[in-house]
């Protein structure tokens, strides 16, 4: 019997380098970009502003660019190789949730209601039916276009790292944006400082010399540096506000999906637990382990794309309600359905 891998019977619009180790989008080349506009304006600092950096301010200098430029491109290709939380897909409706004999086939039978309400610690959730994935979507979970897939806890669909942004890599897409504004801010202050050095220099060999002409020969000394100024002055920006916006959905414990439908403009965000422990559920928790089982052995003619969530698989890991409580930590808590 001839037997592949799960990830290579995949019915999702992702990619799946590296034999199922890795997982992106289908815009997987925005990663690429993105590490190109990271690394290329790295490898001309510390080509050209660098070494002149070092002999004026000391061997710390090149130690914290290198460590800041690795830990830069390492969170973003965390954040863009890895399972954002995809829900794997049920090979047929769940079976409760239909009124009909399960031995019809599957045209016949009626569909699934659209909603379905759970209860949680007393507090009530509606859960939004997926055709699509024929689940009930958990709380926080919804149905990415792109990657055709449903992700716990699903923030936003990044076109800078070519993957959904969910559960299990928001922290890494978080420091990711920490990392880069504080790099982006360290070298455009280098760079100023390297050019003021320079033309205190040309002020000291030539007391003529006015400040705009000493300005003059630095930058001519110096153009690289100039072109490094004006790209992180560009870009800083940029990071800085997205590093604001998501610093304040993780102390509020917002997705991006949610406020731009302003899910809770009308009522209780029952995930917001307060500052600290909003903040410790995405920086002080684990990520988890995949549900997806993407290296797995199945038989190519009888084997669903992505394992089944339901309990019809014998899997209590994949059952509906441990979906819930790894979804937004009910683990502990009272979980029923309606």
């Known amino acids: 019997m001839r037997r592949v891998r799960r990830y290579q019977i995949s019915s999702t619009n992702n990619f799946y380098p590296c034999r199922g180790y890795c997982i992106v989008g289908p815009d997987w080349r925005a990663l690429l ?8 304006p790295s490898i001309f600092f510390l080509a050209f502003p660098l070494p002149f950096l070092t002999e004026e301010l000391g061997p710390a200098v090149p130690v914290l660019v290198c ?22 897909r049920a090979s047929r409706p769940p079976p409760h949730d239909v009124d009909d004999d399960d031995d019809l ?10 909603t379905k309400e759970v209860t949680i610690d007393g507090v009530v959730f509606k859960l939004k039916y997926c055709e699509t ?16 897939n449903c992700v716990e806890r699903f923030d936003h669909h990044c076109p800078w790292v070519g993957n959904c942004v969910g559960r299990r890599n928001y922290k890494w897409f978080c420091l990711f ?4 504004t504080i790099l982006a801010i360290g070298i455009l202050a280098l760079c100023i400082t390297e050019i003021w050095i320079r033309v205190e220099d040309e002020k000291k060999d030539d007391e003529d010399k006015t400040t705009p002409q000493a300005l003059g020969a630095a930058v001519s000394d110096a153009p690289v540096t100039v072109i490094l100024i004006l790209y992180c002055f560009l870009c800083v920006w940029f990071v800085i506000s997205l590093s604001i916006y998501h610093t304040y959905l993780v102390v509020v414990n917002e997705t991006t999906h949610e406020q731009i439908k302003m899910s809770y403009s009308r009522r209780t965000n029952h995930f917001d637990k307060g500052v600290c422990r909003n903040c410790s559920s995405v920086f002080c928790v684990g990520t988890g ?23 019809e698989e014998g899997d209590s890991k994949g059952s509906p309600s441990s979906l819930l409580e790894s979804s937004f930590s009910t683990r502990g808590h009272a979980v029923s359905s309606a």
């Open 67 to 88: 460590l800041f430029i690795v830990a830069a491109l390492g969170t973003l290709l965390r954040t863009g190789l890895s399972d954002p939380g995809i829900v794997p």
């Open 177 to 180: 944006l920490y990392v880069v």
């Open 33 to 40: 970009l993105t590490v190109f506009l990271i690394s290329i």
């Open 105 to 114: 086939p599957l045209a016949s039978r009626p569909r699934p209601h659209r």
């Open 133 to 148: 994935c024929n689940i009930y979507r958990p709380p926080r979970c919804s149905h990415c276009g792109l990657c055709n």
């Open 289 to 311: 382990s995949s549900r997806l089982h993407l290296r797995e052995f199945v038989d190519p003619d009888n084997a669903n794309p992505l394992p089944l969530t339901q309990t």
